[in-house]
């Protein structure tokens, strides 16, 4: 038998205005607390664990309900030459949502990317780096950029991304400021702070007055290589 003219009828207004009935018949009116599965902020692609170290994912903590259950596992994860994700192990089990931070000690892997999971399968921070040797803090350098401009005798800000920064990181070691010479190589021309907490993201400091004005300023920090952009030091 065919469907009466009735129930056609019925089917075509419901399909015209299908989202309309959806929204006004709302699920999310049942009083029933899902659990919450935060989106990961750090680890970035940028981060490198160390081994034996402690090291810790980040979510945002505003957006987090006060009344969020505990959040049941951080898990580690590799990728298989296949390109499946490979689970190596829980970096952590039922902790606070709230804080939006859960730290730990990185555990003995072989070297390598690896990523981590939160929560929910599929809720995955990018791959990153964990290795065994601790590197020196050079942190990315955020400012000075290449439209910065120092004019002489004003205080101003170095400052770097703290994002990946572990807790008992060691302190950087140097802030530096350089300019390109004639010849094309680095040239030191002051200490700009030494034994710097990477946690404080930032030194600052007066631009002498005696710098010659020119456009080839950049700044080390940490390590050497790790360097600002060329920037402007001006009258
Ligand atoms: C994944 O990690 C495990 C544990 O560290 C390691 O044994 C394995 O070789 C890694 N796999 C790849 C493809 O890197």
Do not use: C
Request: glycine share 6%; net charge negative; aromatic share 12%.
């Amino acid at each position: 038998m065919f469907p009466s003219f009735d129930i056609i009828l019925a089917v075509a207004a419901l399909s015209s205005k299908g989202l309309q009935l959806v929204s006004a018949n709302p699920v999310a009116e049942v009083e029933k607390r899902a659990p919450y599965y935060p989106a990961i902020t750090s680890p970035t692609a940028a981060a490198y664990w160390t081994i034996d170290h402690q090291a810790y994912v980040t979510w945002d903590a505003s957006l987090v309900p006060t009344d969020a259950d505990p959040i049941p596992w951080v898990q580690l994860y590799n990728t298989t030459d296949y390109g499946s994700a490979n689970y190596v192990t829980t970096l952590a089990s039922s902790f606070p949502a709230q804080p939006g931070k859960v730290t730990f000690t990185v555990p003995e892997v072989v070297p390598g990317s690896y990523f981590v999971m939160l929560g929910e399968w599929g809720q995955s921070s990018p791959h990153f780096t964990i290795g065994a040797i601790d590197i020196p803090s050079a942190p990315h350098i955020e400012s000075p950029n290449t439209n910065t401009v120092w004019q002489l005798g004003t205080q101003q800000d170095v400052t770097w991304d703290t994002s990946n920064i572990r807790e008992d990181a060691e302190n950087i070691a140097f802030v530096d400021l350089y300019k390109t010479s004639s010849y094309g190589s680095a040239e030191f021309v002051l200490e700009i702070a030494v034994n710097i907490p990477p946690q404080q993201g930032s030194v600052s400091f007066t631009v002498p007055e005696d710098l010659t004005p020119e456009d080839d300023y950049f700044v080390m920090v940490g390590i050497w290589g790790n360097s600002s952009p060329h920037f402007t030091i001006s009258q």
